[in-house]
């Protein structure tokens, strides 16, 4: 799924405008920034992916001789200019914030340099990629916040809107926190755990459920979940299951993990009783599944009920993100080169800026980078800084951070107190990858440390605490020196 040509998923107006900026011999070097400007879910944070697949986009970026064939059969592109995308490649720099890493709205995830027909090529495909991967994981982290440590197996594949959202979410929801995932063409590809029990399928191809328990338990002795509800949960499906526990025991084939899987009905009540009746049986360290269209508030709410439940399989709610399906990344113009230009400085850049009479859609203007600042005795999270590129601070001086946009808002960091660290780091140079990924299970891991440096007040499900993005001082100045001379016209 990886090693497929993606040149041509674009816009068709990204092609209409190269073709002119082209024609207009516009080749100077521009900056774009990639960010959203809401978190998922009404949340208090977002978590960053689909960067490796970005990168991959880039090292295979060239047109094919169908792909010249087809565009030229379009009639919208001359011959001059599809001799030129016939020797297309990547040339510019990217910058990016890490796969799994918090990020917050406003603020680059992705900074593209590079002259501008190259800057307007990848800007589809970058945000077709970093939006649906992104939306997933955080989805995955929120699910798994609730889940209060219990395991939570991504099983969406089925609900998914295609192949590639299915495997490449399923990517993210193990990126966000989820153990494992049902789908093999993911485990195989991401080398993640591939997981899953059986189907009410299963029982009902055999004579009796007791017969089927029986056979499941003889395949896969290491491993018995057995799926209890597809008759009557607590008067067959638990005793047949706790039947079958009892005759591996008397037979000293006890599996290392065992348990059920609860389905369908109420889970709270369901759980509860099955963990009596397995306790009462012995086999108290069974471990009680439940699936059946969870979401993070439903989690949330079953353990509110008192619900036994150890761990969960979640499907078409998280690889959906059924309630916020869209992330609503965009991709906007914040500099053009008047000179030599650095893309680690904000020298001879001219800064532009989109106005609206929406605050929310005005952009920043700049090349510009992004700290984070961090409490130095909790290590939480206290505020990001978009700065200018090249800009240098002083942890041991006062720092003063303000709401761009309600500045009588404002946090005094005394100096000593308080670390920071550029987060939007080289992923390309010169049209060449300076950066390697990490493997799928390393960015989790990197991913559960960041989570780490959140105040449980951003954590919680409802009406979190918003973690502050703030703009240095020059970035600031630079912006309102802008709206003011727009403001005139």
Known sequence: MDNRNFTLLTDYYELTMMQGYYKNNLDEKVVFDLFYRQNPDEGGFAICAGLQHAIDYIKSLHFDYEDIDYLRSLGDF???????????????????????????????????????????????????????QSLIATKAARVCYAARGGAVMEFGLRRAQGPDAGTFG??????????????????????V????????????????????????????????????DTYDTLRSGVPNAIKVFEELRAADKMPKNYGIRLDSGDLAYLSKKARKMLDDAGFDDAKIC??????????????AQGAEIDSWGVGTN???????????GVYKLSAVAVGEVSSDSSENWEPKIKL?????????????????????????????LIALAGETFDTNQDMMLFDPDSTWKKTRLEGGTYEMEEILIPIFKNGKCVYESPTTLEI?????????????ESRRL???????????????????????????H
């Open 193 to 228: 755990p591939a997981l899953g029990t059986h189907a009410h399928s299963w029982i009902m191809s055999f004579p009796d459920e007791l017969t089927a328990f029986r056979k499941y338990a003889e395949l896969y002795p290491g491993n018995t979940t057995l799926l209890v």
């Open 170 to 191: 399923a990517r993210a929801a193990v990126i966000g926190g989820c153990v494992g995932t049902s789908n093999v063409i993911c485990a195989k590809e991401y080398g």
């Open 356 to 384: 609206s009479e929406n605050t929310v859609k005005v952009t920043n203007p700049g090349n510009k980078t992004v700290f984070r600042i961090y409490d130095k005795e909790s290590g939480k999270i206290k505020a990001d």
């Open 318 to 328: 998280m690889i959906t993100s059924k309630d916020t399906p869209a992330f609503g």
């Open 462 to 488: 409802v009406n979190p605490q918003q973690v502050y993005v703030d703009l240095s001082d020059k970035l600031y100045d630079m912006k309102s020196a802008l709206l003011e001379k727009y403001s005139q």
């Open 78 to 132: 001359d011959e001059e200019f599809l001799h030129y995308l016939a020797s297309f490649h990547f040339t510019g720099d990217i910058y990016a914030i890490k796969e799994g890493s918090v990020i917050f709205p406003r603020e680059p995830l992705v900074k593209v340099v590079a002259p501008i027909m190259e800057a307007q090529l990848v800007e589809t495909a970058l945000l077709n990629l970093i939006n649906h």
């Open 444 to 456: 989790q891991d990197f991913c559960k440390k960041e989570l780490r440096t959140l105040w449980d």
């Open 290 to 303: 439940a699936s059946s269209d969870l979401d993070e508030y439903l989690i949330d709410s079953l353990f």
